[in-house]
């Protein structure tokens, strides 16, 4: 049974900042902050285990009125009561579903990164806690908030500094390099 438990950082403000880093404009708005791998725990823990197939690749499915059968690269099927396609950007599921959807580039990029709120100084966590925090600039932006730490940890000096920055870069040799990973390989969507 799923328990009900806190998933979430509250922040009680948002803020943007300058680019010398005063506050520029702030009101008082209450978001809950999380993350994906918490909420994936939090997901993975309400069923079984043996009802996940992690480090397999899903090929496809059939579909009756009565149940979903699920087929994997390995030659195994798997009938189910539901489908649930977690499998990433390039979705076997979704692909299966609606062949005539596609990614579309949106004209940015993004750079993300969380650190442990353990090693940020205590001045610089002052600004940040329970705050969502944003800067905008001339072709970019950058937001910075805590979220959850890396086992689900609410409390302070568990949690984690996310930060997310965006760049505007135009389709081209540009947006190609940096799609490009450390071992030379194009990525579609995202450099792991």
């Given at each position: 049974m799923l328990q009900k438990k806190a998933i979430s950082v509250p922040a009680y403000k948002r803020q943007y900042i300058s680019q010398d880093g005063s506050i520029q404009w702030e009101e008082q708005t209450l978001q809950l902050m999380t993350s994906w791998d918490n909420v994936y725990r939090q997901l993975r823990n309400a069923l079984q285990n043996n009802l996940y197939h992690n480090a397999k690749r899903l090929t496809g499915f059939k579909q009756n009125k009565d149940y979903v059968v699920a087929e994997f690269e390995d030659g195994?099927?798997?009938?189910?009561?539901?489908?649930v396609g977690a499998d990433g950007p390039s979705s076997t599921v979704r692909q299966q579903l609606l062949p005539e959807v596609f990614p579309k580039y949106a004209g940015y990029v993004a750079w993300r990164g969380v650190i442990d709120e353990s090693?940020?100084?205590s001045s610089i966590m002052q600004f940040f806690a329970n705050k969502f925090t944003f800067f905008h600039g001339?072709?970019?932006h950058i937001l910075c908030y805590l979220i959850p730490g890396s086992k689900g940890e609410l409390s302070e000096g568990k949690r984690r500094l996310n930060w997310v920055w965006y760049v505007n870069v135009p389709s081209g040799d540009e947006l190609q390099l940096l799609?490009?990973?450390k071992h030379g390989i194009q990525r579609e969507f995202s450099v792991p």
């Open positions: 195994h099927n798997e009938k189910c009561d539901l489908l090693k940020v100084p001339r072709n970019t799609l490009t990973d």
